[in-house]
């Protein structure tokens, strides 16, 4: 599409610089008459002639105005065209888009794609996890378009915003924004909006995260307070942190998954042991009883009850796999 815009617009100038050199050759005007006279005729504004014709000059005149017309509507009927689908494309891809995200639950609504934001995207997309972005700037938003990803343009704190997300049936939301206040407010409209949310913040200072804590976030965590507690674990403990390294390199990815243990499900009832596991390459951590007491690390005979939840340690697909049974 690129390709045929920029040889509209060549042909576009192409024609008027064809003309002035026709009335050059021709009459041996100057350049300027020339292309003054090219640009009347193929625009038909109508001006009178700069300098008379003589006979040789009206038949080209002519055949000029034939020919220069003809491609010169041509080129702004095409463009009009290519204008007109790329609306409509626009408007298309859209609606289609606002159906996907009306037809998604138990997603993740992603508010923010700075780096963070995109990094994050990447993760979930690896890790085949459904997500909304939100964000005022759709410019940016585009590379999420190149990318295939679902959004919504607008302001994250506005709850009309969230709504067209799909706050209602979300799974998750990350408050990634680059400013603490923004972050907080949303916190704050998301809770009200879905009492059960999981909610994942950013700050950037101790006192940022501790409000945003207390406007209704199950996790903060902060930018700066993140590295240098990554930075210290790598220096109090090399080997343990190569090791973790080697585990969170592309290809060895380590994932954690909640799994919800239903009444009616196949797990209710037994002990770890016999649910078998780690014959699957998946690791029970701990337990979350319905009543809120976690056990961790369970034992291999601990029993699992309804309504527990399984916090499993495995690799990517393993818990891609336990998570699809």
């Known amino acids: 599409m690129l390709r045929v815009e920029v040889l509209i617009v060549l042909t576009l100038c192409a024609v008027p610089l064809l003309g002035a050199a026709g009335y050059m050759m021709i009459e041996n005007w100057n350049f300027v008459d020339s292309l003054y006279m090219s640009v009347i005729t193929i625009t038909t504004v109508g001006s009178e002639v ?26 702004v009927v095409e463009e009009g065209e290519i204008i007109v689908r790329a609306v409509m494309r626009d408007r298309v891809g859209r609606k289609r888009m606002d159906r996907a995200i009306n037809a998604m639950k138990d997603h993740h609504i992603i508010c923010g794609y700075g780096r963070m934001g995109q990094e994050l995207c990447a993760q979930l997309t690896a890790r ?11 410019v940016v938003l585009q590379q999420a378009a190149d990318q295939g990803w679902l959004y919504v343009v607008g302001d994250a704190t506005d709850d009309r915003t969230l709504q067209a997300a799909g706050i209602e049936r979300a799974r998750g939301l990350a408050a990634v924004m680059s400013d603490d206040a923004d972050n907080l407010y949303l916190v704050l409209s998301a809770r009200l909006l879905s009492k059960d949310l999981q909610i994942v913040a950013r700050a950037s200072d101790d006192a940022s995260l501790r409000k945003i804590e207390k406007a209704g976030a199950n996790r903060v965590i ?51 042991a016999e649910l078998e596991f780690r014959d699957m390459g998946v690791l029970i951590v701990g337990i979350r009883r319905a009543s809120g007491k976690l056990d961790l690390p369970p034992s291999s005979q601990a029993r699992v009850e309804p309504n527990d939840r399984l916090i499993a340690l495995g690799s990517t697909p393993a818990i891609e796999k336990l998570l699809a049974r």
């Open 50 to 75: 700069v300098h008379p014709l003589s006979r040789a000059g009206k038949i080209f005149q002519i055949c000029y105005l034939i020919f220069g017309l003809g491609v010169f509507f041509v080129c």
């Open 128 to 138: 085949r996890h459904p997500f909304v972005i939100i964000d005022r700037d759709e």
């Open 222 to 272: 902060s930018v700066y307070g993140a590295s240098a507690n990554k930075a210290a674990q790598f220096l109090a403990n090399t080997d343990l942190e190569s090791f973790v390294e080697i585990f969170s390199s592309e290809g060895n990815e380590l994932d954690l998954a909640e799994i919800l243990v239903a009444a009616d499900g196949p797990y209710a009832g037994l002990t770890l």
